[in-house]
């Protein structure tokens, strides 16, 4: 058998198949029902359903601009009801990137942008760290909902629109 073969023959049997999944990701069930477009007999039969997080606690890791991010994030995101405890973790590390990008921010103002050496002039490093963290923290916040973006797609209700949504249903 040659190498292309058995890779071939390989292929057919890994997850999601020769070329991986195709199409975006699936939308998590709880998001749909936000969004108005949940529909029960298109619904995952054994969908995981985590414990909404009420005033999960900031990870003992987190220090300075990223703990107080935690703060107002986690209190933010648990009134929405759009956290829970499988997402604690999505949120200290967001949390932990913006500290990064506060952090890299505040070296950059009191550095510079360049630094000097014998061999020339440099962008500092802190430039990378800024960059990562930022791309970071929009792939992150987009997990979140955090960006405008992702809010629109989320349509939390209301108690005016749940009591508004009862007297239709009901009649009342």
Excluded at 35 to 56: H, I, S
Excluded at 58 to 87: I, M, N
Excluded at 92 to 98: E, K, N, P
């Amino acid at each position: 058998m040659t190498a292309c073969r058995i890779h071939a023959f390989v292929a057919k049997f890994r997850p999601g198949g020769p070329m991986g999944r195709r199409g975006p990701a699936p939308k998590p069930t709880a998001a749909k029902v936000l969004q108005g477009t949940f529909r029960a007999d298109r619904a995952p039969e054994n969908e995981p359903k985590p414990t909404p997080a009420v005033d999960p606690a900031c990870p003992s890791y987190l220090s300075g601009p990223a703990r107080s991010e935690w703060r107002r994030l986690s209190r933010e995101l648990a009134r929405l009801g759009l956290l829970t405890v499988a997402d604690v973790a999505l949120l200290a590390s967001y949390c932990a990137a913006y500290g990064a990008f506060v952090e890299a921010t505040k070296a950059l103002r009191e550095g510079g942008l360049t630094h000097e050496t014998t061999m020339g002039v440099y962008p500092r490093a802190e430039i990378k760290i800024q960059r990562d963290a930022a791309a970071q923290m929009r792939t992150l916040g987009a997990e979140l909902g955090l960006s405008p973006a992702a809010r629109t797609r989320i349509n939390v209700r209301t108690t005016e629109n749940q009591d508004d949504q009862a007297s239709q249903d009901f009649g009342d």
